[in-house]
């Protein structure tokens, strides 16, 4: 009974320190979303050139971060035309680069590991991208393409093709500051919570049991930690085959990224970890729906040759810099509730949220949670319904492209 209750204070002093800054980066990712529309995003993607590449790791930068939609997106702007390379390194970005994990790595963890991830993403799509130049075949290409073809449902389908960008014009600020502008961040902000309840929940059950459950000696062991030498090589290695048995993905694999860290595992091996979240068994069952078994195989083995790439790149340079923290200051937060900044941002974030969630209800939220499931590319044009509150008559809803 002890040993229960000390993993729930654990869950409960981590979902309580990283609240507000979850619904900060949510809420920046929304902002960029809510003036990006998805039907540009096809037309950038249409080669594997660095130039491609870059603008495909920059729109995924401001998409989704929950990986189940990330895979469906890429999987429909493969079948639209985009170039294969470019919607896989679409894929990364938009689970890897993105500003809420980003912030969450920060507070959890320290700014070197946000510093780590956001360095070592472009290393992993240049890696994959020259292994995709020189391995990948036209045959295992063109099978994919006509398994993809064949429009089979993996997960968060119709949260994937939900275009739910501002629809009028003008620029940027005028977008973002209309009635329309806060209608869609509130909608991209709250389907973006329920696309990484899930797996955030998982997640810090998954740490906060490990971490009261499994004693530090067993990762001592397991990640090396008494040789510095080994323990660098092995963390890359092991790191991914960690996260694809953990069945957490996105921004829920953080809070056992810490627990792993506070355990031993290198500061490479924490990065490779993190990537992984693209590799995770239920996400690899759902690319062999996508695009066939042999493609769901050579995806498992690039992505992996990739992540481990990225990790050492990362070990290297940040070691040689002298920029990996001091393991031994590793903690896992332990606080619970009490009056300090953590609180003070969390109550102000927390009401900040609840103007977002009461603005998503009277706007048609309700209907776009009902068609999170939905089908492949959305199957035809929707519009969710509004209210027309604070100006929005004349907002044309948000559209499941084809």
Same mark, same amino acid.
């Given at each position: 009974?002890?040993?229960?209750?000390?993993?729930?204070?654990?869950?409960?002093?981590?979902?309580?320190?990283?609240?507000?800054?979850?619904?900060?980066?949510?809420?920046?990712?929304?902002?960029?979303?809510?003036?990006?529309?998805?039907?540009?995003?096809?037309?950038?993607?249409?080669? @594997?050139?660095?130039?491609?590449?870059?603008?495909?790791?920059?729109?995924?930068?401001?998409?989704?971060?929950?990986? /189940?939609?990330?895979?469906?997106?890429?999987?429909?702007?493969?079948?639209?035309?985009?170039?294969?390379?470019?919607?896989?390194?679409?894929?990364?970005?938009?689970?890897?680069?993105?500003?809420?994990?980003?912030?969450?790595?920060?507070?959890?963890?320290?700014?070197?590991?946000?510093?780590?991830?956001?360095?070592?993403?472009?290393?992993?799509?240049?890696?994959?991208?020259?292994?995709?130049?020189?391995?990948?075949?036209?045959?295992?290409?063109?099978?994919?393409?006509?398994?993809?073809?064949?429009?089979?449902?993996?997960?968060?389908?119709?949260?994937?093709?939900?275009?739910?960008?501002?629809?009028?014009?003008?620029?940027?600020?005028?977008?973002?500051?209309?009635? @329309?502008?806060?209608?869609?961040?509130?909608?991209?902000?709250?389907?973006?919570?329920?696309?990484?309840?899930?797996?955030?929940?998982?997640?810090?059950?998954?740490?906060?049991?490990?971490?009261?459950?499994?004693?530090?000696?067993?990762?001592? !062991?397991?990640?090396?930690?008494? !040789?510095?030498?080994?323990?660098?090589?092995?963390?890359?290695?092991?790191?991914?085959?960690?996260?694809?048995?953990?069945?957490?993905?996105?921004?829920?694999?953080?809070?056992?990224?810490?627990?792993?860290?506070?355990?031993?595992?290198?500061?490479?091996?924490?990065?490779?970890?993190?990537?992984?979240?693209?590799?995770?068994?239920?996400?690899?069952?759902?690319?062999?729906?996508?695009?066939?078994?042999?493609?769901?195989?050579?995806?498992?083995?690039?992505? /992996?040759?990739?992540?481990?790439?990225?990790? /050492?790149?990362?070990?290297?340079?940040?070691?040689?810099?002298?920029?990996?923290?001091?393991?031994?200051?590793?903690?896992?937060?332990?606080?619970?509730?009490?009056?300090?900044?953590?609180?003070?941002?969390?109550?102000?974030?927390?009401?900040?949220?609840?103007?977002?969630?009461?603005?998503?209800?009277?706007?048609?939220?309700?209907?776009?949670?009902?068609?999170?499931?939905?089908?492949? @590319?959305?199957?035809?044009?929707?519009?969710?319904?509004?209210?027309?509150?604070?100006?929005?008559?004349?907002?044309?809803?948000?559209?499941?492209?084809?």
């Amino acid at each position: 009974m002890h040993a229960l209750t000390h993993a729930l204070a654990l869950i409960g002093s981590m979902t309580w320190e990283i609240t507000w800054a979850l619904i900060l980066g949510f809420l920046l990712s929304a902002i960029v979303q809510a003036v990006v529309r998805k039907e540009t995003v096809v037309r950038r993607l249409g080669d @594997d050139r660095p130039r491609t590449l870059a603008v495909a790791a920059g729109l995924g930068m401001a998409s989704s971060s929950c990986s /189940y939609a990330a895979v469906a997106l890429a999987r429909s702007l493969f079948r639209k035309g985009a170039n294969f390379t470019a919607a896989m390194a679409f894929a990364i970005a938009s689970t890897n680069l993105v500003v809420e994990l980003g912030v969450i790595l920060a507070l959890l963890m320290g700014w070197q590991f946000t510093l780590a991830e956001f360095a070592g993403g472009p290393v992993m799509i240049v890696v994959l991208a020259v292994l995709f130049r020189f391995t990948l075949r036209e045959r295992l290409l063109r099978g994919a393409r006509e398994q993809a073809d064949r429009g089979l449902a993996g997960s968060m389908e119709g949260h994937a093709a939900m275009d739910m960008s501002v629809r009028r014009g003008g620029s940027f600020r005028q977008r973002l500051f209309s009635g @329309d502008g806060l209608t869609s961040v509130s909608h991209v902000f709250v389907m973006e919570w329920a696309a990484i309840l899930r797996d955030l929940v998982i997640g810090l059950l998954i740490a906060g049991a490990i971490a009261a459950w499994v004693p530090d000696s067993f990762w001592s !062991h397991f990640f090396f930690s008494g !040789h510095p030498l080994a323990s660098k090589i092995w963390g890359p290695l092991v790191g991914p085959l960690v996260a694809v048995v953990s069945f957490v993905c996105s921004i829920g694999n953080v809070p056992l990224a810490v627990v792993l860290w506070k355990g031993g595992i290198s500061f490479g091996g924490v990065v490779a970890f993190i990537f992984a979240d693209l590799l995770i068994l239920p996400i690899l069952a759902i690319y062999r729906r996508y695009y066939g078994t042999r493609m769901a195989l050579y995806l498992l083995g690039t992505f /992996y040759v990739a992540m481990v790439v990225a990790g /050492y790149a990362v070990e290297l340079v940040f070691g040689g810099l002298g920029l990996v923290p001091d393991q031994q200051r590793a903690r896992v937060p332990m606080e619970g509730v009490s009056w300090n900044y953590t609180t003070a941002l969390n109550i102000v974030f927390l009401a900040l949220a609840a103007v977002l969630v009461v603005r998503f209800l009277r706007t048609g939220g309700r209907q776009m949670l009902a068609m999170m499931g939905g089908e492949p @590319d959305g199957g035809r044009d929707e519009h969710a319904g509004h209210n027309g509150h604070g100006g929005n008559a004349g907002h044309d809803g948000h559209a499941m492209h084809q």
